[in-house]
């Protein structure tokens, strides 16, 4: 049905993800393996489109570096929301990877956030979770801690809605305990999964459960805090999902997505 007045039916505002590992949707052949943005549709209502761009193994440099950026930039609609989280692969040692927290980082973060508004959509800083190490006696190490401080920092020098998703897990883990917080994170023994027969200790990316407890935080914190309209935001209280409700792509959906959602050329990540 046309407005009054004429002119194309009214479009719904879109939310896109932009980020690394610990948001973006996985592939099926790595199940159980989930990001928190692959989990966030369930928090919201079904018909708005979330658009989740992040990329395993991107950092804020090699996203905006390889054209994913550009690609976001090109379909934002005014009304529309950019919802941005790096860190976990910034603080990596790689060069090609690795920015410095209230340096480049900061300035990287800032071609977001200019560039969501230049064209009238809504941006977003979420902070990372905190990864799962733990020293000799059972303390939280938090080795990802400067990147949510400079996050936080540009936020305010710009005015930019922040989710503090970084403190939150650090409650979550430390209450937890080693123990408790390894069951949310990719620690499986051998045999325990088929996608992974030998096992795997992964201190950094998320089991469904973990990834539907920091999307749940972000979907309520968008509401609560009136940064989407809270009438978006559905289901904060249901406990459990089926698995089929998961979203994870089968591999050759995901590898095209992969190769389409860049502006740039070559073999990119």
């Given at each position: 049905?046309?407005?009054?007045?004429?002119?194309?039916?009214?479009?719904?505002?879109?939310?896109?993800l932009?980020?690394?590992?610990s948001?973006?949707?996985?592939?099926?052949?790595?199940?159980?393996?989930?990001g928190?943005?692959?989990?966030l549709?369930?928090?919201?209502?079904?018909?708005?489109?979330?658009?989740?761009c992040?990329?395993?193994g991107?950092?804020?440099?090699?996203?905006?570096e390889?054209?994913?950026?550009?690609?976001?930039?090109?379909?934002?609609?005014?009304?529309?929301y950019?919802?941005?989280?790096?860190?976990?692969?910034?603080h990596?040692?790689?060069?090609e990877?690795?920015?410095?927290?209230f340096?480049?980082?900061?300035?990287?973060l800032?071609?977001?956030v200019?560039?969501?508004?230049d064209?009238?959509?809504?941006?977003?800083?979420?902070?990372p979770?905190?990864?799962?190490?733990?020293d000799?006696?059972?303390?939280?190490?938090?080795?990802?801690?400067?990147?949510?401080?400079?996050?936080r920092?540009?936020?305010?020098?710009?005015?930019?809605?922040?989710?503090d998703?970084?403190t939150?897990?650090?409650?979550?883990?430390?209450?937890?305990?080693?123990?408790?917080?390894?069951?949310l994170f990719?620690?499986?023994?051998?045999g325990?999964?088929?996608?992974?027969?030998e096992?795997?200790?992964?201190?950094t990316?998320?089991?469904?459960?973990?990834?539907?407890?920091c999307?749940?935080?972000v979907?309520?914190?968008?509401?609560?805090?009136?940064?989407?309209?809270?009438?978006?935001?559905?289901?904060?209280?249901?406990?459990r999902?089926p698995?089929?409700a998961?979203?994870w792509?089968?591999?050759?959906?995901?590898?095209?997505?992969?190769?389409?959602?860049t502006?740039g050329?070559?073999?990119?990540?």
């Amino acid at each position: 049905m046309l407005p009054e007045g004429g002119g194309h039916p009214a479009q719904h505002p879109r939310v896109f993800l932009a980020g690394d590992s610990s948001v973006c949707t996985r592939e099926i052949s790595r199940a159980p393996m989930a990001g928190w943005g692959q989990m966030l549709p369930l928090f919201f209502r079904q018909d708005l489109e979330i658009v989740n761009c992040a990329r395993a193994g991107a950092s804020s440099r090699t996203f905006a570096e390889r054209g994913r950026l550009a690609w976001i930039l090109d379909r934002l609609r005014p009304g529309d929301y950019l919802v941005v989280s790096f860190g976990l692969i910034d603080h990596k040692p790689e060069q090609e990877l690795r920015t410095e927290p209230f340096h480049d980082y900061q300035r990287n973060l800032r071609l977001f956030v200019d560039g969501a508004r230049d064209r009238g959509a809504h941006p977003v800083l979420v902070s990372p979770h905190e990864r799962c190490t733990w020293d000799d006696h059972g303390n939280l190490r938090q080795v990802v801690q400067p990147y949510p401080m400079a996050m936080r920092e540009l936020a305010a020098q710009t005015a930019t809605p922040y989710v503090d998703l970084y403190t939150q897990s650090l409650e979550w883990w430390t209450q937890l305990g080693p123990a408790g917080t390894r069951s949310l994170f990719m620690f499986l023994a051998p045999g325990q999964h088929p996608h992974y027969p030998e096992g795997i200790e992964d201190t950094t990316h998320l089991l469904p459960e973990g990834a539907i407890a920091c999307a749940r935080f972000v979907a309520h914190s968008l509401a609560q805090r009136g940064i989407v309209p809270s009438h978006w935001v559905t289901r904060l209280d249901q406990q459990r999902f089926p698995e089929q409700a998961y979203g994870w792509l089968d591999d050759a959906t995901h590898a095209a997505m992969t190769r389409a959602r860049t502006r740039g050329t070559g073999d990119t990540l």
